[in-house]
């Protein structure tokens, strides 16, 4: 069992930056991949940043490569994800999520490939 919880949501003009950290309880955090998910108003929640259960290997979707880093910390239980260059398109809710399977290799690029969700944290970019 894993409770995935984020934080660091809110406003912020655009250009700017943000740090969204998922915390998770559960002693299987470390063996599980994680990912971001982000969901726009009248959209589908889309992947956009995910990692192995080591950490060695990332995934971006196009629309936040080279923006956004997500990062682990499998001591700490944590999950971040850094947010740079922000735009009014990454207005969403956030939400992480881990993975199904223990110690799968490799980043996990589909939904349904994740077992466990947070609540999600909103991200309001202003022009």
């Known amino acids: 069992q894993v409770q995935l919880v984020e934080s660091g949501g809110g406003l912020v003009q655009a250009g700017g930056s943000l740090t969204l950290s998922c915390a998770a309880s559960g002693r299987t955090f470390g063996l599980r991949a994680m990912g971001w998910f982000r969901q726009a108003p009248g959209k589908e929640r889309d992947l956009i940043a995910a990692?192995?259960?080591?950490?060695?290997?990332?995934h971006y979707a196009d629309s936040v490569k080279g923006r956004f880093t997500i990062s682990r910390d499998n001591a700490k239980n944590t999950v971040a994800l850094q947010m740079n260059s922000l735009t009014p398109e990454d207005t969403a809710v956030y939400y992480c999520?881990?993975?199904?399977?223990?110690?799968?290799?490799?980043?996990?690029?589909?939904?349904?490939?994740?077992?466990?969700w947070g609540q999600g944290t909103q991200v309001t970019v202003s022009s």
């Open positions: 999520a881990a993975g199904s399977a223990l110690l799968r290799a490799g980043v996990l690029t589909a939904s349904n490939e994740y077992h466990y």
């Open positions: 990692i192995t259960w080591s950490g060695a290997t990332t």
